[in-house]
């Protein structure tokens, strides 16, 4: 019991490390570049492309007038077909991370 007590303990420091040092770049790779990394190929851009033409740029990394709250709020809730996305899926330290590297260039 006490061993598995201790494994516990040791798996919980490290998921709670993993969090911490959670890479914005990493989360958007695996989460958002499929439909949002530059080229109309991928459905975000493309959506983008249509809704602002080219008022601002369809690739959500080169926007400067969105604030980490906006983001966040699109990734929990979704917009139109993009769908949202659980805490099991990308925590709050993985979005607060993404968040902050999306907006990166304000
Ligand atoms: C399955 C494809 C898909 C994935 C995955 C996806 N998106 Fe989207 N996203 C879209 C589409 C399509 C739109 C445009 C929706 C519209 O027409 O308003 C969009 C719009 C957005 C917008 C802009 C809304 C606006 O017009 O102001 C933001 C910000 C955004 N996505 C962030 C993200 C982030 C961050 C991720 C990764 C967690 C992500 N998206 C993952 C498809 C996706």
Not at 1 to 20: D, E, F, G, I
Not at 79 to 89: D, L, Q
Request: glycine share 4%.
């Amino acid at each position: 019991m006490k061993t598995l007590l201790t494994l516990l303990a040791a798996s919980l420091v490290a998921t709670s490390a993993q969090a911490a040092t959670a890479d914005g770049a990493q989360v958007f790779e695996k989460w958002c570049a499929p439909c949002h990394a530059p080229g109309i190929e991928h459905p975000g851009t493309h959506a983008l492309e249509a809704k602002y033409k080219g008022v601002k740029s369809s690739f959500i990394t080169d926007w400067t007038d969105v604030t980490p709250e906006y983001v966040k709020l699109m990734v929990r809730t979704g917009i139109s077909v993009m769908p949202h996305f659980r805490k099991t899926e990308i925590s709050d330290a993985e979005l607060n991370a993404l968040a902050n590297y999306v907006i990166r260039k304000h």
